[in-house]
């Protein structure tokens, strides 16, 4: 995991976030496609898409999978709060469940607990058994697990426009 890195947000303009936007809709389209969407020819929309990845606003490109149907029956959150929160413990938790793979968020937070993890499990056992993965870390001195019943929304990216 990256550690957080303040900076200044960068400035966009019309075309930028035009770009953005259609790219967090529809990463796979062309260039082509892109490019007509943001209202310029292709090669300088290819030039500020290459510019947005090496400024590190394109983080990368993905396919959104349903867990469900890959056998990831459980998506659940849980809020881990640790026995110090000193540097070297904050880091030593991010590693570890930096390894593993059913992680698929982790948010260091403030106001309630010291993590925010958002994780997948193959059935009620197998969430148990990382919930108790969870609690066997010794640094670890609360988990509250919450598990989703359903999602209504989740989006990709930020918002662009009005």
């Not at 010291?114 to 994780?119: A, S």
């Amino acid at each position: 995991m990256k550690p957080y890195q303040s900076e200044t947000p960068i400035t966009l303009d019309a075309i930028d976030r035009r770009i953005l936007a259609s790219l967090q809709e529809d990463g796979r389209m062309t260039n082509v496609d892109l490019s007509k969407r943001a209202g310029i020819s292709a090669p300088p929309c290819l030039r500020r898409v290459r510019a947005l990845e090496e400024a590190g606003v394109i983080l990368g490109y993905h396919a959104d999978t349903d867990a469900q149907k890959l056998g990831w029956e459980i998506t659940f959150f849980a809020i881990v709060g640790l026995d110090s929160q000193k540097e070297a413990v904050l880091s030593a938790f991010e590693q570890l469940v930096g390894g593993w793979t059913e992680v698929r968020e982790c948010h260091m937070i403030r106001g309630g607990g010291d993590f925010l993890l958002k994780l997948v499990a193959r059935d009620t056992a197998h969430e148990n058994q990382l919930t108790q993965r969870l609690t066997g870390s010794s640094t670890v001195s609360r988990v509250q697990t919450l598990q989703t019943i359903r999602t209504s929304r989740s989006l990709a990216g930020v918002p662009f426009g009005s």
